[in-house]
């Protein structure tokens, strides 16, 4: 078990949620901050996947709602890099 899939598995202990939930959708979340945090800024990373859990949680927490929103948020992202350009990188 690698540091990720160790700490996914206790702070979902921590959190009352099955640690296969979090995994399965490990890459999706992932890739999800990865164009928020280069096409908008790097604070709306954490920020965008904390809305993801949210929006999936209100709209019944299934997985397929877990990827429509992920979905509808990467094109947000790709919207908003199209009309505003990529944020400029740190030094």
Known sequence: MNV????LAEA???TGL??????AHRDLVL???????HGVARPAAPL???L????????GGEAADVERVAAELSA???QWTAE???PEPRP
Do not use: I, K
């Open 4 to 7: 990720l899939e160790e700490w």
């Open 12 to 14: 979902s202990a921590l």
């Open 18 to 23: 099955d640690p296969a939930t979090g995994a």
């Open 31 to 37: 890739d999800l901050a990865r164009d928020v945090a």
């Open 48 to 50: 965008t996947t904390f």
């Open 52 to 59: 993801l859990g949210l929006a999936a949680g209100r709209a």
């Open 76 to 78: 947000l992202a790709a």
């Open 84 to 86: 505003h350009g990529a």
